[in-house]
């Protein structure tokens, strides 16, 4: 099981050399861009040493996991279900509030957030059942036992209530669906169900922040009040349910055959999501509601949630091509960016090391989810595949989403940069997922 006096032979022979300059450059302009964002705190080094331990921990953990046998996990998927479930109720029990969510272990020297470790628990849990059942994924029956999987820790983590933490599980599910080969109206479902119980509730935040609209358009304060009021809501259901209906019956006269089978389970996903967007209105709270949707047009609370864009926006515009120097940011060293140390780390480079920095730094991102995609192609089995795939999934979604974000491009949730951002808990998931890519990668070829 474990060979760690040849373990570093191998990973010398067989390193992927574009991989771990790109881990390497990611990870010191994050420690570079924290300690800047720290000077203008009584004590800056405390966050640097954190994250430095954290790191250090890591790659001890890199090199632990690079020795295992990945294929290991998949046969343990249930005992490491069971355990990532036990840490996620544990956190409700015994677990510290911060920020409204009960999400972490607070250990006096240390604080610890499970949920950073049960995401890729499940990758592992999940791509072992579906390399299980790959050959059944397009029956309706287990592909439902999949999302139950996901769903499990989706209901915990709701719990607490986290709902960022939440977001990655939607895209690392479905790409696994996906290359497993599940049908595509099955994950069109998924989607579809998912914008409409997440999508319901930040539309009607984003009117309520224009009363302006609701005053004079009658159709919007309809849809609006609907969501509160049952009858306007059973009248709207009622109203699609007779045009989706109608819609049938023309195209049947179009000699278009279309089982009345289509139209009942269209009509039940479209019910479900609006059902579903009570749980999550009820789960969210006002600012993360608020969060989500000013991106759209910040000034409509440029002193509430629209603040950290227009100031993550106007750090990285007045770093221009060469940066202020890092340092040097006056958006960060003054403290107008707000969470500079995690969420917006990436505007601290955009303003200190300008354009040139931050197009450096999306590059080696591209480049390290790049190399763990190759890992995924060249695994030797379909499990190490798939547990690639959905580690690389994730660093891009986080990427992707977190960029976007200090951008005004995408909706402010509140995930970090994976690899730059502080954050303990964070920088210890990110390790572990590395040495999983590492097992997987070293054992491309042969299993020892």
């Not at 972490?104 to 499970?114: C, D, K, M, Y």
């Not at 036992?145 to 983590?157: D, P, Q």
């Not at 159709?219 to 007779?242: E, Q, R, Y």
């Amino acid at each position: 099981m474990f060979k760690t006096k040849t373990v570093f032979p191998r990973i010398i022979e067989n390193i992927d050399w574009l991989f771990w300059v790109s881990l390497i450059f990611l990870v010191s302009i994050g420690c570079l861009a924290i300690y800047s964002a720290s000077l203008n705190y009584d004590n800056p080094m405390k966050f640097i040493i954190t994250q430095f331990a954290a790191l250090t921990i890591g790659m001890v953990g890199i090199i632990f996991l690079a020795s295992f046998n990945y294929q290991y996990y998949k046969h343990f998927n249930s005992l490491i279900y069971a355990f990532s479930c036990f840490l996620l109720i544990s956190v409700l029990v015994f677990g510290t509030t911060v920020r409204a969510t009960k999400g972490w272990f607070n250990f006096g020297f240390f604080s610890f957030q499970p949920v950073e470790i049960t995401k890729i628990m499940l990758i592992l849990v999940l791509s072992a059942f579906l390399d299980n059942h790959w050959k059944e994924i397009q029956k309706l029956s287990v592909l439902c036992k999949a999302l139950c999987i996901t769903g499990g820790h989706l209901f915990l983590i709701m719990l607490q209530p986290d709902f960022s933490s939440t977001l990655s599980y939607f895209p690392v599910t479905l790409i696994l669906l996906y290359i497993t080969g599940a049908k595509l109206r099955h994950l069109l479902s998924i989607i579809l169900y998912g914008s409409l119980a997440m999508g319901i509730p930040l539309l009607v935040t984003f009117f309520k922040l224009q009363p302006e609209l609701l005053q004079s358009s009658k159709v919007i304060s309809f849809f609006v009040n609907a969501t509160t009021d049952f009858k306007s809501a059973v009248l709207i259901l009622g109203s699609i349910s007779l045009i989706v209906f109608l819609i049938r019956w023309f195209l049947i006269k179009l000699r278009i055959h279309v089982a009345i089978i289509y139209p009942i389970i269209f009509l039940s996903i479209i019910t479900a999501g609006c059902f579903s967007s009570v749980v999550v209105d009820k789960s969210l709270k006002e600012y993360q509601r608020k969060r989500l949707i000013v991106f759209l047009k910040p000034q409509i609370d440029s002193r509430g949630a629209g603040y950290n864009i227009i100031q993550s926006k106007i750090a990285i515009g007045s770093g221009r091509i060469i940066g202020k120097g890092f340092f040097k940011g006056t958006q960060t060293q003054l403290g107008f960016l707000p969470e500079q140390r995690t969420d917006f780390i990436f505007s601290v480079i955009g303003e200190e090391g300008g354009y040139l920095f931050s197009q450096l730094t999306i590059l080696f991102y591209f480049f390290f989810v790049w190399r763990a995609l190759l890992i995924a192609q060249h695994a030797r089995d379909r499990y190490g595949s798939l547990v690639a795939t959905g580690i690389a999934t994730m660093f891009a979604f986080y990427g992707i989403i977190n960029i976007g974000m200090v951008m005004g491009l995408m909706p402010v949730t509140g995930l970090p940069l994976l690899l730059l951002s502080y954050g303990g808990s964070s920088m210890l998931s990110s390790m572990i997922a590395v040495g999983i890519l590492m097992s997987i990668h070293l054992r491309r070829f042969n299993e020892y």
